[in-house]
C-alpha cells in the first residue's frame, strides 16, 4: 500500500519542498523544530493544502494541483495521531470512537471491538480527563483504526510524557502498529525512538527533504551535516579535502580519513565518544569538564586553533577521566574510520 508525496507549500518566508516514496515499512521524518515535519503531515491528511504537487495513496490520488483534485480529509482515509491526542474532552471513551465510524449500522460493532482490542471496556464511559495518559493514547488509537485508515500519521506521539510512561506507551503503540498493514508516518525528535520503531528515515532541513536512507545509515554514515546532527554527533568543523585527509582550518588540523575524500565534502563530524586520550595525539587545551549522570564531558581547544574555533567535545567515562594524570592539558586521538564526511547543502556556518 504505497504512498508518494511530491508537495511544495509557501508560507511567508517558510518554504516546504518535500518528496518521497514509502510502503508498508514505517518510515521516519526527522528534523529540527520547525523544518516541516507536521506542515507535511497535515498537507498530507488534507488539514493544509499544498500549493502544488501531488500525493497519491494505495493508488488513490488525494492531492494533484495540476489536475485540480483535492479530497476533503474524510475521504482520504488517513488516520492522524496528534501530540495531545485531540479526544473530544465532553464524550466519553465510547463515543469518542462512536464518531470515527460513519455506517450506524456498524457502529455499535466496531465501537465494542475497539474497546475490547484496546482494554479499554472499564472506561468506555469516562471522558478523557478522567483517563490517564496510556488509556488517552489508546483511546486516540482506537479512534483511529474505527476509521479503517490506510495510512496512519503520527506527530510526535510520546513527546509530552515522561521518560517511564513514554517508554510503556512505545512498545503499546509499536505492538498496535505491527498489526496495521499500511503506511505510517512518524515524526520524532528522538533519534533513538525512530531507530526502536522505524527501518527508514526521511531528513527535513529547512522545509527541504533529503533522499530516503536507512535508520543505520543515518546513525552510522550520514552524508549530509542536517543528517549528522540528528544522529547525535556534537562537533563540527570547516573541512578542506586533500587526498585522503582533511584539513580543518578552525582547528589547524590536517587528519587522515583512510580513504579518498570526495570534492564535495565540506565539513567534518566527529562523535564525542571516538575522541580518546593518546599519548602521541593532538595536544588539547582543556576548556571546560562537566560531569554527567554516566560519564564526564570534557571541551578541548586544539593548540592550533584559531580565535573564535569552535571548542572540541569529548565524553569518557567517569574512570577513565580520572585516572588521566593532567587535567589541563591532555593529547587525543581520533579513529579516521569514525570521521564523518559531510556536505553542509549551504547551511549558515
Known amino acids: 500500500m504505497p504512498l508518494t508525496v511530491d508537495i511544495q507549500k509557501k508560507l511567508g518566508d517558510f518554504q516546504l519542498n518535500v518528496q518521497f516514496d514509502t510502503d508498508d515499512q514505517p518510515l521516519a521524518l526527522l528534523g529540527a ?13 488534507g488539514i493544509l493544502t499544498p500549493d502544488q504537487g501531488k500525493i497519491v495513496l494505495n493508488g488513490q490520488t488525494l492531492f494533484d494541483s495540476a489536475s485540480h483534485i483535492n479530497l476533503p480529509p474524510q475521504q482520504r482515509r488517513v488516520g492522524y495521531l496528534f501530540q495531545q491526542y485531540a479526544l473530544f474532552p465532553n464524550m466519553s471513551v465510547r463515543k469518542n470512537i462512536a464518531v470515527a465510524v460513519p ?14 482490542q484496546f482494554r479499554l471496556e472499564a472506561v468506555a464511559d469516562l471522558r478523557p480527563g478522567q483517563l490517564s495518559g496510556g488509556q488517552q493514547q489508546r483511546t486516540a488509537l482506537a479512534r483511529i483504526l474505527a476509521l479503517e485508515p490506510q495510512a496512519i500519521l503520527l506527530d510526535e506521539p510520546l513527546s509530552a510524557l515522561d ?32 531507530y526502536r520503531n522505524c527501518k527508514n528515515v526521511c531528513v527535513l532541513d529547512r522545509g527541504q527533504s533529503q533522499p530516503l536512507i536507512s535508520l543505520a545509515e543515518l546513525i552510522h554514515q550520514p552524508v549530509t551535516e542536517a543528517a549528522a546532527r540528528l544522529s547525535g554527533c556534537k562537533n563540527y568543523a570547516d573541512a578542506v579535502p586533500q587526498g585522503s585527509s582533511v584539513f580543518l582550518p578552525q582547528w589547524g588540523l590536517t587528519l587522515s580519513c583512510s580513504r579518498e575524500v570526495p570534492d564535495a565534502v565540506n565539513r567534518v563530524g566527529i562523535r564525542a565518544h571516538h575522541i580518546q586520550p593518546m599519548e602521541t595525539g593532538v595536544p588539547c587545551r582543556v576548556l571546560r569538564v562537566i560531569e554527567d549522570v554516566f560519564s564526564t564531558v570534557i571541551l578541548l581547544m586544539p593548540d592550533g586553533a584559531r580565535e573564535g574555533a569552535p571548542a572540541l567535545r569529548m565524553e569518557l567515562s567517569k574512570d577513565v577521566w580520572a585516572q588521566l594524570s593532567n587535567h589541563d592539558h591532555i593529547h587525543v586521538a581520533i579513529d579516521p574510520n569514525h570521521i564523518l564526511l ?3 547543502k549551504g547551511e549558515t556556518q
Open 33 to 45: 523544530s520547525g523544518c516541516g515535519k507536521s506542515l507535511t503531515l497535515r498537507c498530507i491528511a
Open 342 to 344: 559531510l556536505q553542509s
Open 103 to 116: 455506517q450506524k449500522e456498524k457502529r455499535q460493532q466496531v465501537v465494542q471491538e475497539k474497546l475490547r
Open 163 to 194: 521518560s517511564y510512561l513514554r517508554y510503556q506507551l512505545e512498545l503499546e503503540l509499536t505492538e498496535t502498529l505491527e498489526q496495521f498493514h499500511g503506511p505510517v508516518l512518524w515524526v520524532s525528535h528522538d533519534r533513538g525512538e525512530a
